[in-house]
């Protein structure tokens, strides 16, 4: 017979099995401490021997300040995306994780045997205000260098597709429109911002679609439910 220590181990074991099946899809975000520490390297690295980013339109877009309120709230609205989508549709969760991870790693790689960065920045700010702090804190945290594809960009795309494709999220048009404002917004701040020139966001946005083809179009399938054979199937349908 089994003591109270084995029974009570046996549950604990149980439990640790049964919570380790329903949320084994959440290692899939130990990607990001990988994208962090390859990220950090890479801005360590890139500091003034580089490839200088820069097309005509770049210089017809004014700084502006604002913007940064959108830019920063980009972080709350990546981390929403994929916490909602882990926790109520994992098929969403993984072709959202697909989608992120691809592009976030083809940025790594550019940015590691292709040097880059950008001189847009204003060397001054003719005003001061909260907004302008923001930024001051933004330029010295975060270096001009490492810029395509935007990962700001490429990954607000990828949160609105998710949404838009979520069963549930798609048909409150509320949620929808906000997405939609907030992923434009976020967009137009990397630009405003000077944080980004118009050719990251045009490369950002190619990435998008090309991964959009991939995860979405084509049908890519992540669904936990086993597949059955193709003999099943057809005795099935007789």
Same mark, same amino acid.
């Given at each position: 017979?089994?003591?109270?220590?084995? &029974?009570?181990?046996?549950?604990?074991?149980?439990?640790?099995?049964? *919570?380790?099946?329903?949320?084994? +899809?959440?290692? !899939?975000?130990?990607?990001?401490?990988?994208?962090?520490?390859?990220?950090?390297?890479?801005?360590?690295?890139? %500091? %003034?021997?580089? +490839?200088?980013?820069?097309?005509? !339109?770049?210089?017809?877009?004014?700084?502006?300040?604002?913007?940064?309120?959108?830019?920063? !709230?980009?972080?709350?609205?990546?981390?929403?995306?994929?916490?909602?989508?882990?926790?109520?549709?994992?098929?969403?969760?993984?072709?959202? &994780?697909?989608? #992120?991870?691809?592009?976030?790693?083809?940025?790594?790689?550019?940015? %590691?045997?292709?040097?880059?960065?950008?001189?847009?920045?204003?060397?001054?700010?003719? +005003?001061?205000?909260?907004?302008?702090?923001?930024?001051?804190?933004?330029?010295? =945290?975060?270096?001009?260098?490492? *810029?395509?594809?935007?990962?700001?960009?490429?990954?607000?795309?990828?949160?609105?597709?998710?949404?838009?494709?979520?069963?549930?999220?798609?048909?409150?048009?509320?949620? @929808?429109? !906000?997405?939609?404002? #907030?992923?434009?917004?976020?967009?137009?701040?990397?630009?405003?911002?000077? @944080?980004?020139?118009?050719?990251?966001? &045009?490369?950002?946005?190619?990435?998008?679609?090309?991964?959009?083809?991939?995860?979405?179009?084509?049908? *890519?399938?992540?669904?936990? @439910?086993? +597949?059955? =054979?193709? =003999?099943?199937?057809?005795?099935? @349908?007789?």
């Amino acid at each position: 017979m089994k003591g109270k220590g084995d &029974c009570a181990m046996e549950r604990f074991k149980l439990r640790f099995r049964n *919570l380790y099946e329903k949320y084994k +899809h959440l290692l !899939l975000l130990l990607y990001f401490p990988v994208y962090l520490i390859w990220f950090a390297y890479v801005e360590k690295t890139v %500091t %003034t021997r580089f +490839h200088v980013i820069h097309v005509a !339109l770049d210089d017809y877009i004014p700084f502006c300040e604002y913007f940064i309120i959108p830019y920063l !709230l980009w972080f709350a609205y990546v981390a929403f995306g994929i916490i909602y989508m882990a926790f109520h549709n994992k098929s969403d969760y993984y072709r959202l &994780c697909a989608f #992120l991870y691809t592009g976030m790693t083809v940025f790594l790689i550019v940015s %590691t045997i292709y040097p880059n960065g950008h001189f847009l920045r204003p060397s001054y700010f003719t +005003h001061h205000n909260l907004c302008t702090m923001l930024c001051e804190f933004l330029y010295s =945290s975060d270096t001009a260098t490492n *810029l395509f594809p935007s990962i700001h960009v490429y990954n607000s795309i990828g949160i609105h597709l998710a949404i838009s494709h979520n069963e549930k999220l798609r048909s409150n048009k509320t949620i @929808q429109l !906000l997405s939609l404002v #907030l992923m434009v917004s976020i967009i137009l701040a990397t630009m405003f911002l000077k @944080q980004h020139s118009v050719f990251d966001v &045009c490369t950002a946005f190619l990435l998008a679609y090309v991964m959009y083809r991939v995860v979405y179009r084509r049908g *890519l399938s992540f669904s936990s @439910q086993p +597949h059955k =054979s193709r =003999s099943k199937l057809s005795m099935e @349908q007789r």
